[in-house]
Every structure is written in structure tokens, then in C-alpha cells.
């Protein structure tokens, strides 16, 4: 499975958008991008994932750049309870298990 | 049904007890998972079972015996653990990457955790 980068800490202030950024520049064409969080004490939660187009759901949005290097997160309103680490993970698809990262602290600010 | 339940909870043994954590699923998953969590960081996998047979064991010392009864339910045994094995122990379970007949989209669904102290 492909390496991924992301920022160890963000801040975002309440109601903004929070963008989390993460490089996976060695991906290969059958692995897809997976985002993970786990609000403290509570186990993982699934975001959204995606493959080479943009993703929406109730949740988030996925920006994958074009050459698929790098991918954004968007949390499009942020509030006190998105406060989590956040995990980019790249997986192919014939693998379930997940390798995580040291992932991006995300801290909301009222 | 989209939970996965893990007990205790809590557990606290020394390093001579025997004792299990337990994990249950009812979504139908026929992919299950433990993981290991440190404090201040992510978790690290331990076991895969498909179909109730074990199919990744990520190195895991002998201490630990996962054991799988059926397709929704999950053990890990613990026996003659060190104090440097407290830790979160969070299970999960996944469609299969085999599995037919649903939507495939390879979320993982995360139990709470088992906080484990050895003494």
C-alpha cells in the first residue's frame, strides 16, 4: 500500500471550512484513498473514499488531484465535534485491512 | 444494525491471568479485525479473519489468541501478558472483499475499544 503524508496538527475556527491535505505520491492506479477519523477515546470512523473523481457525501468532500499525488479533505463547517485525528489512508482494492498513519490532529476553535 | 460491540469495556489483569475480550457484529461482515492502539498513537493491526479463518497475523507474540466461533463473533485471548501490552484494543469488521450480493465499499466499522491495563 501506497505511503501517505499528512500535517501532524490544523487548527480551524468554528464554522469555517477545514481542509486537510494529505501526499500520496506513489499510489498506484488500483488503490483507492481512504479518510478516516477517531475522536478521542472512541474507535476509527469512516469518512468517505475515492478512487480518481470527487467524492461528496453527508459528511465531507474529496478532492483528488489529477495525476491522484494528493488529496484534500473538506469539512465544509466545522464544529467543536470534528475535533479528532484524521487519517488519509491509500488501499488497494484487494486489500481490507487497514495500515494506518500518524495522521493530522485537528483541532476546532470556538 | 451498523455497531460493532466490544466488552469489557475495561479491563484490568496481571501478568499471570487469563482473560478474553470480546467482540460481536450483526451487519453480516465476514471480515474481522483487532487492532492494538498506544496511547498518542494509531492503530496497529494485529489479526484478520475471513470467512472465520485467520488470514493475517501482523507477527502477534503467542500471548495473544484471536479465535473466531462464528461469523459474528470475535475473541482475543489474553495469557501472560507485560505491562507494555496495556493498550486500546479496538475491533472491526468489513464486507469481505469476496462477499457478492451488496455494496463492496470496504469501510471498516469500529467498535469502541477495550482499554487494557496489566499490572
Known amino acids: 500500500d501506497a505511503k501517505t503524508t499528512q500535517p501532524p496538527s490544523m487548527d480551524c475556527a468554528e464554522g469555517r471550512a477545514a481542509n486537510l491535505p494529505c501526499n500520496h505520491s506513489?499510489?498506484?492506479?488500483?488503490?483507492?484513498v481512504y479518510w478516516y477519523r477517531q475522536i478521542h477515546s472512541q474507535g476509527p470512523q469512516y469518512i468517505i473514499h475515492?478512487?480518481?473523481n470527487n467524492e461528496t457525501n453527508e459528511m465531507a468532500s474529496l478532492i483528488i488531484t489529477e495525476d491522484r499525488k494528493s488529496s484534500t479533505l473538506i469539512l465544509p463547517h466545522a464544529t467543536l465535534r470534528d475535533t479528532a485525528v484524521y487519517y488519509c489512508?491509500?488501499?488497494?482494492?484487494?486489500?481490507?485491512?487497514?495500515?494506518f498513519g500518524s495522521g493530522t490532529r485537528l483541532q476546532v476553535q470556538p | 444494525d451498523t455497531e460493532v460491540t466490544q466488552t469489557p469495556k475495561h479491563l484490568v489483569m496481571g501478568m499471570t491471568n487469563k482473560k478474553s475480550l470480546k467482540c460481536e457484529q450483526h451487519?453480516?461482515?465476514?471480515?474481522m479485525y483487532w487492532y492494538k492502539q498506544k496511547a498518542k498513537k494509531p492503530p496497529e493491526l494485529m489479526f484478520v479473519?475471513?470467512?472465520?479463518?485467520?488470514?493475517i497475523n501482523e507477527s502477534v507474540p503467542s500471548r495473544f489468541s484471536p479465535e473466531c466461533p462464528n461469523s459474528s463473533l470475535l475473541n482475543l485471548h489474553l495469557h501472560a501478558l507485560q505491562p507494555e501490552d496495556s493498550a486500546l484494543y479496538l475491533c472491526?469488521?468489513?464486507?469481505?472483499?469476496?462477499?457478492?450480493?451488496?455494496?463492496?465499499?470496504?469501510?471498516?466499522?469500529f467498535g469502541e475499544g477495550s482499554r487494557l491495563t496489566v499490572l
Open positions: 472491526a469488521s468489513s464486507q469481505d472483499r469476496f462477499q457478492r450480493g451488496v455494496p463492496n465499499t470496504g469501510e471498516l466499522f
Open positions: 506513489t499510489i498506484s492506479g488500483n488503490e483507492y
Open positions: 475515492g478512487l480518481k
Open positions: 489512508i491509500v488501499i488497494n482494492t484487494g486489500r481490507r485491512a487497514l495500515t
Open positions: 451487519m453480516g461482515h465476514r471480515a
Open positions: 479473519y475471513s470467512y472465520e479463518k485467520l488470514s
